[in-house]
């Protein structure tokens, strides 16, 4: 069965990384482009980052940029989303995801992705 797999979260200080991972199971990633979601308590899911299903391409929310990077281990059936300098704002669960279709920059609603992981929790304290 299809499946991604979220990993990599925890609790770490302000001003600290985490790299997360989205391994995907019975389905290969580079067919599809993939995405980071967050949702904070209380807050609407909202876009991180996307990349490509070869890699070449990738996007990022304002928040990301600078900060994040998006990447991916084809041979690994694998995306990376590498946090570095955390503030707690940055607090919430995070979901990858795939879009079935060619990547695009305009890929940044819940919608644009039909297959979902069940998330990983991250906490920054400051």
């Known amino acids: 069965q299809a499946q991604l797999v979220e990993s990599g979260g925890g609790l770490v200080q302000a001003g600290g990384s985490l790299r997360l991972s989205c391994a995907a199971s019975?389905?290969?990633?580079?067919?599809?482009?993939t995405g980071w979601f967050r949702q904070a308590p209380g807050k609407e899911r909202e876009f991180v980052a996307a990349?490509?299903?070869?890699?070449?391409?990738?996007s990022y929310a304002d928040f990301a940029k600078g900060r994040f990077t998006i990447s991916r281990d084809n041979a690994k059936n694998t995306v990376y989303l590498q946090m570095n300098n955390l503030k707690p704002d940055d607090t919430a669960v995070y979901y990858c995801?795939?879009?079935?279709?060619?990547?695009?920059?305009?890929?940044?609603?819940?919608?644009?992705?039909?297959?979902w992981g069940q998330g990983t929790q991250v906490t920054v304290s400051s």
């Open positions: 990349i490509s299903g070869i890699g070449t391409m990738s």
């Open positions: 995801a795939q879009h079935r279709g060619a990547f695009s920059t305009a890929l940044t609603q819940q919608t644009d992705f039909g297959f």
């Open positions: 019975g389905r290969t990633v580079t067919s599809y482009a």
